[in-house]
Structures are given as structure tokens and as C-alpha cells.
């Protein structure tokens, strides 16, 4: 059964979780309930935590707790609190899902469950580059779940690149043979994390699309913005892109570059 902690000072968030009187039926203990930053902390010394709702009335309280997290905890999944028994097993029910793959035994897999949570949020971030996300809320709520550093809020870009072939009567002929889990892992390698205070995520679609997405990390001044976070990420790519052709033979170009006032510009109901 996996344990979990529940922070909130607000009452409707309070009776709607004591009226779940089955949490075992949902996988979990019933949670340990606080009210406040320092009952959060004095939870979390003495007990564990795989999930962790967070509903106070103060947002500086609020704001409080997440930077505690972030620095003592930042692979616990964080869960929307609820408002009522329905979307209480809704978020139970997400939480649930991720925390199964997150634990699953691999048996001789090298996979750790550090490396089940990114991939996971690489996931997330493939979906949404897609449009498969819908709204918003979907967004926000999905970010803490998997624990990403992103700052949904601030402008960040979309860059799209493509692989160069030999010749175009055969579109076969020139691809990078090692199929898109190694090409997008030869990506991550080469010009892939944080640079600058921004996180660079490439990702390799089933459609055979690679996009990369280029995100301020949250709470962390980046050293550049606007035009010059432009130049300065496609300069980092290209010179990525040019290790790659030197050391592996691919050939790739960035064919888009798309300037995003935040990540919820990404989202389905954004293009609606």
C-alpha cells in the first residue's frame, strides 16, 4: 500500500477526504493529515511518503512547502488535493498508475526507479509537444505529478529537427539505423539537460518527428531571455548536432524554431 500525505487548512478539502472510507480498495493508506509547512515538515521526518497533496489557503504557505519539497524531496509525486470524493479518486487514480510503473520490478532491467520517473516525464512532455494534452489544468497537474523543474509560466521554444537523407528517390537510404529509442537517447547525450537555467528536452515521435522543447527551469534565473535564449539554444543544438555527424554519421538540421509565450501555449485547447 503506498502512504500518503495530505497538507490543507481548508475545510472543503478536508471532508471531502474523510468521506474516502475505502482507501485500501485504491491502493493506499489513509493519509496523514497537516494543516501547515511546519506540520508538513514534522510529517515527512517521521513518516514516508509516496504522494503528497498540497490545498492551503495561503499561497506563501503554499509556496513554502513546494521549495521544501524541491529541495528535500524532489522525486515524491506531488497530487492535486481533491475537492470533492470524485475527483478525489480521479487523482488517486493517476497517482496510482504512475506509482505502479514507477515501482515496477524490471527483474534484470538496469532501470531504477529514478529512471522509470523521467521517463515517464519525457512522456508527459511527448504528448504535450503533440497536442495531447488539452487544457491548463491538465498541465499543471501532470508537471507536479511527474516532479518537473519546468517553469510552465515563462516564454520558452519549440525547435523541430529533421534528418538529412541521401537522396530523395529513396527515403530510406541514409537513415540512422539504430531506431528512435537510441536516436532520441544520442540526442538526450548530445545537447539534452539544463543549460543556463534551461532545460532541453529532445524527443523522437512515433510520426518521425524530432522536437525539441527549450523551458526555463522554475525558480532558477536564467542566464539569458528573449532573442539571446534564442541564439544561445540554437547554437548549443547545432554544435550538438554537429558532434553527432562527426562521431555517429547522422545528419541533422533544424527545419523550425516556434517562440512560445509558455508551455500552455502547447496545449489542445490552445489551437481550438
Keep these: 500500500m503506498y502512504k500518503l500525505l495530505l497538507v490543507s487548512d481548508r475545510k472543503q478539502i478536508l471532508d471531502a477526504f474523510s468521506q474516502i472510507d475505502n482507501w485500501e480498495r485504491q491502493g493506499f493508506k489513509p493519509p496523514h493529515i497537516r494543516h501547515d509547512f511546519e506540520g508538513a515538515k514534522d510529517s515527512l521526518a517521521k ?153 532541453i528536452l529532445p524527443t523522437v515521435h512515433p510520426d518521425g518527428r524530432i522536437l525539441v522543447l527549450c523551458c526555463p527551469l522554475y525558480g532558477v534565473e536564467a542566464k539569458v531571455s528573449g532573442d539571446n535564449m534564442t541564439a544561445m539554444l540554437t547554437t548549443h543544438i547545432a554544435e550538438g548536432i554537429t558532434h553527432l555527424k562527426e562521431f555517429f554519421g547522422l545528419d541533422l538540421h533544424m527545419i523550425g524554431i516556434r517562440v512560445l509565450p509558455s508551455l500552455y501555449a502547447l496545449c489542445a485547447e490552445a489551437s481550438d
Design 47 to 199: 513518516h514516508h511518503a509516496d504522494g503528497i497533496a498540497i490545498a492551503v489557503s495561503s499561497e506563501e504557505e503554499e509556496e513554502k512547502i513546494l521549495a521544501y519539497l524541491q529541495e528535500f524531496y524532489p522525486n515524491v509525486s506531488i497530487f492535486q488535493a481533491g475537492r470533492n470524493t470524485e475527483e478525489i479518486l480521479r487523482y488517486l487514480s493517476e497517482l496510482n498508475i504512475l506509482l505502479n510503473r514507477i515501482h515496477a520490478d524490471f527483474s534484470n532491467d538496469s532501470f531504477k526507479e529514478i529512471d522509470m520517473l523521467q521517463e515517464c516525464r519525457h512522456e508527459f512532455f511527448r504528448k504535450l509537444m503533440t497536442g495531447g494534452i488539452y487544457c491548463k489544468d491538465d498541465v499543471t497537474r501532470g508537471m507536479r505529478l511527474l516532479r518537473s523543474r519546468m517553469d510552465a509560466e515563462k516564454n520558452c521554444l519549440l525547435i523541430e529537427l529533421e534528418q538529412l537523407y541521401i537522396s530523395d528517390d529513396n527515403k530510406l537510404e541514409g537513415r540512422w539505423h539504430y531506431g528512435p529509442g537510441r536516436l532520441e537517447l544520442a540526442l538526450r547525450n548530445s545537447f539534452g539537460g539544463d543549460v543556463d537555467g534551461i532545460h
